[in-house]
């Protein structure tokens, strides 16, 4: 048996599998003290974790301890855990079944069409619901709505926003659209995180960060799309916006949650790109990708106040500095860098304002349609990839074949250029029959 010196005169032994490895300082002073008061010679802890064993102080204790350590004990709990009592059920399970009766049932497409026209929260939310499914019969009629909405759509200015997480993105939300909607703008808030399957959405996490926004009655605000790739989340928030703009909301904000490459996609669905920045030590332009700054079409430096202030003002003035290397963005507008307070709320309008002419400035010279444009036929050919990928997966020969070949390359038997030519051969060879 190995024992550890974690505690004076206290010995124990952790289970290997137990991911609990940290003793907890004021635990074991209780224990010891119901050693002390309870228990004269040896004691056991045990709460499925780990097993503990508390060595007596006195000599003569310590003597019968040795003895009684060199044979073999059957380990007891001395911590007594009564067994809970199940509480009443707090939802009636035939209203739960109605409610699940009900999400499931389809309604008419007039009833949506004209539900998120006239501004109804109900049919909008049960709309982008069918958007996020993956059923067949919703996606049939989710594009028919979706094409129903979009003579409607495209009025709103859509805001992207990016930034390390802890960068402050969500309280930024909340003091920007408190602000807007305060002023009669519709807001809708949505997320794009491709990592939302684990963390089931961490935007909703966030609602309770935005507190104020998430019940005005001019905001909206959705947790991301939480399926699968990048590729089909970024698509769902695509049509999540026209959605969104059909029903009236004239400013859209989509947040990154996820990391990585969640930025790319964003940038593709909206007219603003910002990217929100803290001071760090010093190396303020560490660690941020050259390809974010470029993406980006304005920066706040958040987080200046108290005494930090001093320091976002130097990480805004790098930022500057290092925004004259990169050539004129093909808006022709500058990058502005701006500092700001989510949290006090210092320069907030000031961010907003830079965002406003920069909109206006590019659909004045045009470069906001060409834009839009593109992005459109981006959008057209992420869903003709993302169309074949499903149907190559989910053809039953490759789904068969594919772990055969996956095995081959794994063990060295194939190349990895050959498994994928004949995983194609066959798929090919099948639709060409
Ligand atoms: N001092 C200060 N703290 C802020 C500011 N904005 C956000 N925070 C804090 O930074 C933490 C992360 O903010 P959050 O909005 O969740 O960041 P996100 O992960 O980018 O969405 C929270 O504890 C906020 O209270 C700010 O302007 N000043
Ligand atoms: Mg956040």
Known sequence: MAYGPLHPGLHCRLNPQSPLRVWQPQAISHRQQQFNNSTPN???INNNHYL?????HNTAAAMEHEHFENQEHEWESNLKVTEGVEGPIQVNPNALERMKRNQQQLMPLEWYVNGILKGDRVALSKAITLVESALPKHQDLAQQIIAACLPHAGKALR??????PGAGKSTF???LGVHLCNKGQKLAVLAIDPSSQRSKGSILGDKTRMETLSVHPNAYIRPSASA???GGVARKTRETIILCEAAGYDTIF???VGVGQSETAVHSMVDFFLLILISGAGDELQGIKRGIMEMADGIAVNKADGDNVMRANRAAAECRNALHLFPLPESGQETKVLTCSALTGFQIDEVWQMVA????AIRDNGYLYKKRAQQDVQMMYDSMDSALKNDFYQNQLVADLLPLVESDVRGQ??????????LLDAYFNILKR
């Open 254 to 256: 989509v947040e990154t």
């Open 159 to 164: 805001l992207g926003i990016t930034g390390v």
């Open 52 to 56: 503990c064993k508390i060595k007596p």
């Open 357 to 360: 002419d920069h909109v206006q």
């Open 42 to 44: 040896n004691s056991t």
């Open 173 to 175: 939300i909340e003091a």
């Open 228 to 230: 699968g790739t990048l």
């Open 413 to 422: 038997r194939m190349s990895a250029y050959i498994g994928a030519q004949q």
